[in-house]
């Protein structure tokens, strides 16, 4: 198999990364130009409005969808005809990197595939053969230096390449993306983009599996689904299904989501070409294409991907509200409320039927997402939020009370100093 770990030559990535309380170790710390982090990281002073230009051709309108869910020219509900084996769902994000690699339109694929040791373990590899890319099918839960390999493919004269990549992944390779053209010879890229909001380290993950289940060395596949239920699926063949208010969450301790994760700006991956996620499917994939490029990897897979529009229903405000009640409460350091045990199958009921679906569900996730990052901000770097909360995710929070000025105000210079 072609897959080229992340290890090693001489000008090749470094051994260890700086440590820093707000990094989700995307690479660039590991190459041979570390600084370059302080322009390029998501967690510093992000500035979406400039790279969505460059990489959209616009900025996002103030179409209502547009302010969820970032500059897109189409939004598809979608699935393959044939579902790939050791998919996460029917497998359309790797099938869209492999028919690139089919067609000869990029030389290599950036992506992660599972550890030899550990299959919930991302490794940061280099796929240039389609077939390959069947080991890079399903879901990884940590952190993995996934640009540190662009020097590396473009020094081996892997100049066309294309990259599955998280949000706060993305941000740094469309920041560096200019550089990488004139001084590395960089000739094209295509992003595929997946959404994110709760990674956490592998070790923390395999200790959620030991709450769901007595043998979680058994558990290989775990989705969070848009019916408000979790599926997991074990070795036996097994297949069931714990709605997320039975979800032991209360057991996991204050860290299990590093600060990076709440407090994520850009959930649905804006500086994508094409977004791959599920909240708006209802049960199957959601697309966001963004822009002509995303549209161009969309139309390579023509007849295997079954499109349609992506519906909604119900309503969001009062889950949004819910959710905002609770992160502040536990930005504070109070117990969560929590359902009491004799209503819970009355909500997991009532969710699914009358709680926000489709479009409307990616809405209130998208929102709640914002108001966590605002909050948690507030909470533990203060400093922070002036250059880390972008337009956009003010504009999502201001509804529920949250303002610019209420959260800046409270940011000293003395406490910019001891943030910086």
């Known amino acids: 198999m072609s897959l080229a770990a992340p290890t090693l030559s001489s000008d090749g990535p470094a051994q260890d990364p700086p440590s820093r309380r707000l990094c989700t170790d995307c690479g660039i710390s590991r190459t041979t130009q570390p600084k370059r982090c302080a322009h390029a990281c998501q967690f510093i002073q992000p500035d979406y409005p400039s790279l969505e230009r460059v990489v959209h051709g616009s900025t996002p309108s103030a179409a209502p969808d547009e302010s969820f869910f970032g500059s897109h020219i189409a939004l598809w509900q979608a699935r393959l005809r044939d579902p790939q084996p050791g998919a996460q769902w029917t497998g359309i994000t790797t099938s869209l990197a492999q028919s690139l690699l089919e067609q000869g339109q ?122 408000y239920k979790v599926e997991l699926r074990e070795a036996s063949g097994v297949t069931r299904t714990i ?15 590093p600060l990076t994760c709440r407090t994520c700006v850009d959930y649905t991956n804006r500086l994508a070409d094409i977004t791959v996620g599920y909240m708006g499917g209802r049960g199957d994939q959601w697309l966001i294409v963004r822009n002509a490029r995303g549209q161009q990897i969309l139309d390579l897979l023509k007849d295997r991907i079954e499109l349609k529009p992506p519906t909604q229903a119900g309503r969001r405000a009062g889950p949004v509200r819910g959710f905002l009640a609770n992160t502040l409460r536990a930005a504070g350091g109070l117990p969560l409320r929590r359902t009491p045990a004799w209503l819970k199958p009355l909500v997991n009921w009532l969710m699914p039927r009358f709680g926000p679906r489709g479009l409307e569900f990616a809405r209130a996730r998208v929102e709640m997402k914002a108001i966590e990052s605002v909050v948690h901000l507030r ?33 000293s210079p003395v406490q910019e100093k001891a943030c910086a």
């Not at 590899?125 to 540190?148: E, F, I, N």
């Not at 001084?183 to 592998?202: A, Y």
């Open 106 to 227: 990029v030389d290599a694929v950036l992506t992660v595939a599972p550890d030899a040791q550990d299959r919930w373990r991302p490794r940061a590899v280099m796929v240039t053969q389609p077939q390959d890319l069947a080991a890079c099918r399903g879901m990884r839960m940590g952190y993995a230096p996934l640009l540190s390999l662009v020097e590396p493919a473009l020094a081996q004269g892997l100049k066309r390449l294309a990259v599955i990549a998280l949000p706060c992944q993305v941000y740094p390779l469309r920041a560096l993306e200019a550089s990488w053209r004139k001084e590395h010879g960089l000739e094209s890229l295509f992003v595929i983009g997946t959404p994110c909001s709760d990674n956490t380290t592998t070790e923390n993950f395999h200790q959620f599996l030991s709450l769901l289940s007595q043998r979680p060395q058994d558990i290989h596949y775990l989705e969070f689904r848009a019916d």
């Open 243 to 257: 709605p997320f208010l039975n979800l032991p969450l209360s057991r996991l301790p204050a860290d299990f989501f």
């Open 379 to 411: 909470r533990e770097v203060p400093a922070r939020v002036i250059h880390m909360v972008p337009e956009h995710v003010w504009n999502l929070v201001q509804p529920y009370g949250l303002h610019r000025e209420e959260v800046t105000s409270r940011t």
